[in-house]
């Protein structure tokens, strides 16, 4: 009996020991296989990182290169000149000579047209305001009330009111004279100086063709010179010669639309002063008839 619990003492040494073997295997398996995974987890995270760098390295590169385009649309702002920056280089390719008379000729122009624009505009009349003080003042005042108030006022209309009124003793005849002869030294006065603008208007393009034609000259003596007909030989008399004709006839166009404009406004002057003397010589014979 004592042999068979010894016995079975032994087999149960020997199994607990074979199973504290298993269990220290078992162990070990599961350490070396959470090492492996902690591995794998690792170079997994690697290489996500090394992922992640290389994009973020790429969008780097990409953002680096994008501004690249608005430099390039700014250096092609910059590159463009203004219309002022190209008028002044043609105008200085045209040569001075000619270039310069054209310039002169569109100042001066420009110069008289304004003046005459000042004057028009202030020698305009408010006719009908002035027939009313006129009436107004040969009621209550008389002749003299009314030469007044021709005097008090500004422009060609009073001033020939003026004269008229100062021939109302001689008779109406005289009066009508008196106008009509001081209203064509009034229309002269408005028309004065117009002549220069008209002369600048035909001077301007007839000096730009003149430089054509010089332009011309130059191109066919550069061309007899070299013996060759060239296209660099001849680009630069005739780039000339176009440059003095453009420059020529805008002149004229500028100063032509204010002719016109200063011509049209002296017209209507002079109709406001033709209907303001017939309505003031009606205003004269009722005067006198009352």
Known sequence: MKRALSILAVLAIMFGTTDLKA???????????????????????????TAMASDSNAVAEEASKEPA???????????????????????????????????????????????RIIYLNMATPNSK????????AL???????AKEVCRNTRGPVASIFYQGLERHSEGIEMVEKSIVSYGSVQMGLLERNVSWISLFIALAPMLGFMGTVIGMIDAFDAIQEAGDISPS???????????????GLIVAIILQIFYNYIIAKVDSIVNTMEDASIS???MLVRFENK
Do not use: R, W, Y
Request: with cysteine.
């Open 139 to 145: 009621q209550s005042g008389g002749v003299e009330a």
């Open 280 to 282: 003031l010589v009606d």
């Open 233 to 247: 030989l001849v680009a630069g008399g005739i780039k000339v010669a176009l440059l003095t004709t453009v420059f």
């Open 69 to 115: 385009e608005p430099a390039t649309e700014e250096e092609a702002t910059e590159e463009e000149q203004t219309f002022h920056q190209v008028l002044k280089e043609k105008f200085i390719d045209g040569g001075p000579e000619f270039m310069g008379i054209v310039l002169i000729a569109l100042i001066l122009g420009l110069a008289i047209c304004i003046e």
């Open 129 to 136: 305001k002035l027939l009313a003080e006129i009436e107004n």
């Open 23 to 49: 269990q220290d295997a078992a162990a070990d398996a599961a350490a070396t296989s959470e090492e492996v995974m902690d591995e794998d987890s690792t170079a997994t995270e690697s290489n996500d990182s």
